[in-house]
Nanobody
Framework: QVQLVESGGGLVQPGGSLRLSCEAS????????MGWYRQAPGKQRESVAT???????NYADSVKGRFTVSRDNAKNTVYLQMNSLKPEDTAVYYC?????????????WGQGTQVTVSS
């Protein structure tokens, strides 16, 4: 099993910045990606940014140029630096880890952290 613990959410004004962190523990091996998803009220959960063990990243079009995902493999931690935040970035942000195990792909999720962008 894998456990994910997130931190760093909160309330920020438009144009501000926040940094999210997510530390993984447990049976950490054969990780495909770590990253972040978000879910706003009344909307489906969507991928925000992911990073592979090799450092390859993928971003949602809506956050390109504003958000940066990074990973510290030694600490089993993934970060999301969010700059130039907009009200539409308001959502619960979930850490995600995808693991290859036993011939299949397993998804693990953090508990979620609220990000609110408002003046």
């Amino acid at each position: 099993q894998v456990q994910l613990v997130e931190s760093g959410g909160g309330l920020v004004q438009p144009g501000g910045s926040l940094r999210l962190s997510c530390e993984a523990s447990g049976s950490i091996f054969s990780i495909i990606t770590m990253g972040w998803y978000r879910q706003a009220p009344g909307k489906q959960r969507e991928s925000v940014a992911t990073v592979t063990s090799g450092g390859d990243t993928n971003y949602a079009d809506s956050v390109k140029g504003r958000f940066t995902v990074s990973r510290d493999n030694a600490k089993n931690t993934v970060y999301l630096q969010m700059n130039s935040l907009k009200p539409e970035d308001t959502a619960v942000y979930y850490c995600n880890l995808k693991q290859f195990r036993g011939g299949g792909i397993y998804n693990y999720w953090g508990q979620g952290t609220q990000v609110t962008v408002s003046s």
